[in-house]
């Protein structure tokens, strides 16, 4: 889906991507479909990598619109863009839902569009963490575990066996999830610290 937005105030960078085994011309296609819709006041250019584990697309958006209005999209114009792009590559034949990383379980931090030319050309010089681990991000991954909790739970008060099944699949769904396995990751530690100060106990007669 929408993986990265990088500003480098002239133009905005945009990654559109989809999972291995999508086709690379329908993923262009719909890039191309969503450009149309939400990119048609400003000037853009897009490209296609088909090389790599995911097929996605870069564009390069002109800040300025034709009327002089500076693109500034925020979280509500974000969400909307991955529906666009969603509904897009639905039109095709491609099952797609626009949900955010948090509520997939994904930390990843995608690099900007510069970062991955540098890299390429080898001028690349600062790196920077694979996972987001700022405040927002552990905030935005706290509220998406919660509100899978609060799916499961009334899930697993339903009268149906499949959507007791379905809570138990939450259930484990959230064990995985990094802001669950970031909390649980304290209490491992004092749980081994714990352990480690107990006596030794010879059961041997």
Same mark, same amino acid.
């Given at each position: 889906m929408i993986d990265d937005i990088g500003d480098r105030r002239e133009a905005f960078n945009i990654m559109l +991507?989809?999972?291995?085994?999508?086709?690379?011309?329908? %993923?262009?296609?719909?890039?191309?479909?969503?450009a149309q819709i939400e990119l048609a006041?400003?000037?853009? %250019?897009? %490209?296609?990598?088909?090389?790599q584990a995911n097929p996605h697309v870069h564009i390069s958006v002109r800040a300025e619109s034709k009327h002089g209005k500076r693109l500034n999209p925020r979280k509500a114009d974000l969400h909307r863009w991955r529906e666009t792009f969603a509904e897009k590559l639905r039109g095709h034949g491609v099952e797609a839902e626009a949900t =955010?990383?948090? #509520?997939?379980? =994904? #930390?990843?931090?995608?690099? &900007?569009?510069? =970062?991955l030319k540098a890299r390429e050309d080898g001028r690349l010089r600062t790196s920077r963490a694979g996972a987001k681990s700022g $405040? /927002? @991000?552990?905030?935005?991954? #706290?509220?998406? %575990?919660e509100a899978w909790m609060h799916v499961g739970r009334a899930l697993?008060? +339903?009268?149906?066996? @499949?959507? =007791?099944?379905? $809570?138990? +699949?939450?259930?484990?769904?959230?064990?995985?999830? &990094?802001? #669950? /396995?970031?909390? $649980?990751? &304290?209490?491992?530690a004092a749980e081994t610290e714990r352990t480690q100060k107990l006596p030794d106990v010879d059961m041997r007669r």
């Open positions: +991507s989809m999972p291995h085994g999508t086709d690379p011309l329908i %993923v262009q296609k719909a890039a191309r479909e969503f006041e400003h000037k853009y %250019v897009m %490209v296609l990598h088909d090389h =955010r990383q948090a #509520t997939r379980g =994904r #930390t990843r931090n995608f690099d &900007p569009l510069w =970062r $405040a /927002q @991000a552990q905030a935005t991954q #706290t509220e998406a %575990v697993a008060m +339903s009268g149906s066996e @499949a959507d =007791r099944d379905l $809570a138990r +699949s939450i259930a484990a769904f959230i064990k995985e999830m &990094p802001a #669950t /396995q970031a909390l $649980a990751a &304290p209490e491992r």
